[in-house]
């Protein structure tokens, strides 16, 4: 599938918001983003950020120019579009990652939206606003329920070049107080939908999907809009590649050309079963991984350590010369090197410069804090 000219929004914004705090995503690789028209300059999000706006809104112009002279792909069938928080936001230089963790890259929607291209080949689309939103939680949050309660719709900086041209939709966004953030639906009154396949998928908080799919079907009355919907928790999204892509294989969408990168991943999972239950990981491209997979299959004694792991001893010692170190993130498979013993972190932790990534949990996240006693540890199937 042709790939269209590669337009990034200019406001290199930041992630999308739950609907009590989702934590956003970011997309890296090579990816084919959609052409766009009507791009103006985003007004600031607060003073104290103006310095940064007038350089942001320089290089918008520059981003516009070139998507005027650019051609878009009609090749294309499919198309990309997602609502980020992490897109929509000036990064103050004080922003707390603790306090606001969606607005650091990578976040959940961004992060999905880009599986999804990836596993489709259409083109990406990110809707953005022209007055981008605080950094902050509290004070974006304030500002989401606002236009909310005034049935707002943003200013979009951007609207989709040739949406005729797309007959599948793929719609990202978070669950921003009960609903969709207001710009989703500026964007759906300004695109016309009718006609076309719309799939939905979405990162939340405690409030699920919510009123979000009446929101949208009421904002797009011609858009078949199907009831197959990919949604998952905040702290799920960014280990929700293989799910959210899976979910595009059983629509029939995914572009033949992922299809042996997909089986090579699925070549990487190994499974820890303890009695009736089975939790999975996927192993990264390190060494250390390749060293825990070739001593498989294992079975060993799991031990609890602290309050929020379960540590095993491999046999052998894992070598961890070109390994990512481990950073933070419950369902992170881990190895402690000092001690020679592979961890599965089942709730947060602190970095540690010996602590070593080894991969991250994929299903079965919830079990791990249960696990106790002799384990097999294998290549999934």
């Known amino acids: 599938m042709r790939r269209i000219g590669s337009l990034y929004m200019a406001l290199t914004l930041i992630l999308s918001l739950a609907a009590c705090g989702s934590t956003e995503e970011g997309t890296s690789g090579s990816e084919s983003s959609v052409s766009v028209s009507g791009q103006e300059t985003p007004a600031s999000g607060s003073t104290e950020d103006a310095e940064s706006d007038t350089d942001t809104a320089e290089t918008a112009e520059e981003t516009a120019a070139a998507g005027d002279t650019e051609e878009s792909s009609q090749d294309s069938r499919i198309l990309v579009a997602y609502y980020s928080w992490a897109d929509n936001a000036i990064l103050a230089e004080d922003v ?17 939206a880009g599986w999804v291209q990836e596993a489709t080949g259409g083109d990406l689309f990110s809707i953005q606003v022209t007055d981008p939103y605080p950094s902050d939680w509290d004070a974006c949050l304030e500002r989401a329920n606002q236009e909310r309660g005034n049935d707002a719709r943003p200013e979009l ?5 040739n ?17 969709v953030p207001m710009a989703l639906l500026s964007f759906l009154e300004q695109n016309d939908l009718s006609g076309k396949e719309v799939y939905l998928f979405c990162s939340h908080g405690t409030g699920g999907l919510a009123n979000s799919v009446s929101l949208i079907t009421e904002a797009a009355p011609g858009a078949v809009i199907s009831d197959n919907i990919f949604d998952c928790y905040e702290e799920d999204a960014s280990s929700s590649q293989e799910n959210i892509q899976n979910w595009v294989a059983e629509l029939g969408y995914t572009d033949m050309d992922d299809t042996e990168t997909e089986a090579d991943d699925m070549a990487r999972q190994i499974a820890v079963q303890f009695g009736d239950n089975t939790v999975i990981y996927e192993l990264n491209d390190s060494t250390a991984a390749d060293s825990l997979y070739t001593q498989l299959p294992l079975t060993v004694e ?23 170190t481990a950073q933070s993130e419950a369902g992170t498979l881990a190895y402690y090197a000092p001690w020679g013993d592979v ?4 709730d947060a932790y ?8 080894l991969g991250q949990v994929v299903s079965g996240g919830e079990l791990v804090g249960q696990m106790t006693g002799t384990v097999t540890i294998d290549i999934a199937e």
């Open 157 to 161: 900086a951007a609207n989709v070049e």
């Open 302 to 324: 799991v031990e609890d350590y602290s309050t929020n792991e379960k540590i095993f001893y491999p046999p052998q010692e894992l070598d961890t010369g070109d390994a990512p």
């Open 350 to 357: 602190s970095p540690n410069a010996s602590l070593y990534e």
């Open 96 to 112: 707390d990652a603790v306090a606001s963790p969606s607005v650091i890259p990578p976040g959940n929607v961004q992060q999905l």
């Open 163 to 179: 949406m005729d041209q797309y007959d599948v939709v793929f719609l990202g966004y978070p669950n921003w107080w009960y609903g």
């Open 343 to 346: 961890v599965m972190f089942y």
